[in-house]
């Protein structure tokens, strides 16, 4: 019961690619040791080791807080169980994670079920054309 509404209906849905948006983008040039670990390391560890951008993660949490949104995070990769646990390691308020496959997918659901999705991957917000489906930094223009 959010903001007293004890009705059925669903909040409006945020959908967020968590892959790109949770974890920092990596700066500058690696070491030579950096990429000898890389090398090594499996695409699950790569992925799970990222540095998690604090900055999303109040973002998400003043969304949960101040606003009535349902927050969907999307994932392309198959580490949904992992994603879990860095979630929850965080305390990063959301409503479900999904696991999607194709882009199609996001296309699909951007014209039937999500209000907003956001993205910071000009191509694939590029391949998704539709109204709904924006930058990052155009949040703060739709939450307000």
Request: proline residues 3%; charged residues 25%; neutral net charge.
């Amino acid at each position: 019961m959010l903001h007293n509404d004890i009705s059925n209906k669903q909040a409006p849905i945020l959908a967020f690619n968590v892959d790109n948006l949770l974890f920092k983008e990596k700066q500058g040039k690696s070491s030579i040791i950096d990429r000898v670990k890389s090398l090594i390391q499996s695409d699950r560890k790569k992925y799970i080791n990222r540095d998690i951008d604090m900055t999303f993660v109040n973002t998400i949490n003043n969304i949960w807080m101040k606003h009535p949104y349902s927050i969907y995070f999307i994932t392309f990769y198959p580490y949904k169980y992992d994603l879990f646990t860095i979630l929850d390691r965080n305390s990063v308020n959301y409503t479900s994670l999904v696991e999607l496959y194709e882009w199609d997918e996001i296309r699909r659901r951007c014209g039937l079920q999500f209000t907003y999705y956001f993205d910071n991957d000009e191509e694939l917000l590029s391949y998704v054309s539709m109204k709904n489906a924006l930058h990052i930094r155009e949040l703060p223009l739709i939450i307000k």
